[in-house]
Nanobody
Framework: VQLQASGGGLVQAGASLRLSCVVS?????????MAWFRQIPGKEREFVAS????????YYADSVKGRFTISRDNAKNTVLLQMNSLKSEDTAVYYC???????????????????WGQGTLVTVSS
């Protein structure tokens, strides 16, 4: 399974960006969860949002709730992260991830995900 993330860039505070992650290869079970994480150099990878394959449930970090929206298009093997009202503290490298072994208690744990994209840089200037 390969994940390819894109859509990062440099924007001003208050602007919007949409990240995209295309998944190729492999067979996705009904339990394949997709997620976005972000990381600042020198810090641990931080959970941002996740979505079940059905799209029925979604989880968000408190820091992005109400500003970010995760969605997926299973027909196109794509997961999106719409980021609105961006803040300088959103600056990070954003990674998409996927996994089939997650349970509710591990949704926010990067160690629970098997597949990772290469990351895309989001820079928000204040």
């Amino acid at each position: 399974v390969q994940l390819q993330a894109s859509g990062g860039g440099l924007v001003q505070a208050g602007a919007s960006l949409r990240l995209s992650c295309v998944v190729s290869g492999g067979t996705f079970t009904s339990r394949y969860v997709m997620a976005w994480f972000r990381q600042i150099p020198g810090k641990e990878r931080e959970f941002v949002a996740s979505v079940a394959k059905s799209g029925n449930w979604k989880y968000y970090a408190d820091s992005v709730k109400g500003r970010f929206t995760i969605s997926r298009d299973n027909a196109k093997n794509t997961v999106l992260l719409q980021m609105n009202s961006l803040k300088s503290e959103d600056t990070a490298v954003y990674y998409c991830a996927g996994g089939s072994r997650l349970i509710l208690s591990t949704i926010r744990d990067p160690r629970a995900y098997d597949d990772w994209g290469q990351g895309t840089l989001v820079t928000v200037s204040s």
